[in-house]
């Protein structure tokens, strides 16, 4: 009979073989309880979606309610500006006696008088006004000053009186 050791065989226990069926048993109950734990997940998933939609929804309603705040604040603040400069005008005709009407209309032709003058004004020659020495006279004001003007008929004046600045 071979000789054994007696501390081998005393401190490790016997090992086991397994069956087939034994494995499939064993595997198919460790699947079964982690099928277990997810056995919610399309619940979760389906409300995760609906939570989802909820917070689009929402999002869409905010981004529509910022739009409409931009364009009620764009719609204001032409109403002020429609409201002061029909007040200048009204201030203005009571100042010179005139017909407000009749000034607002004046003053909606501005801007087409303005640029029919730039239109014409480029269209000139480009010669250098000269003084009797045949120098260029220095500008009395800065072309930003000119156009800094607001009274147009003013800023017109000045823009002839300068014209060597807009060449």
Known sequence: MPETNDTQTQGAPAERTFTQAEMDAI?????????AKYAD?????????????????????LEKAVEERDRLKAQLQQLE?????????????AAHGVDAALLARMAGDVDENAQFLQQQMAAM?????????????PPTRTRAE??????????????AENKNLFE
């Open 27 to 35: 595997i198919g109950d460790r699947l079964k309880r982690e099928r």
């Open 41 to 61: 997940y399309e619940d979760v998933k389906a409300k995760a979606a609906q939570f989802d939609a909820a917070q689009e929804a929402a999002k869409s309603d």
């Open 81 to 93: 500006d429609e409201r002061t400069r029909a007040e200048q005008v009204a201030k203005a005709a």
């Open 125 to 137: 020659p480009k010669y250098p006004t000269l003084t009797d020495k045949g120098e260029t006279p």
């Open 146 to 159: 000119i156009m800094a003007i607001r009274d147009d008929a003013e800023r017109l004046r000045a823009i």
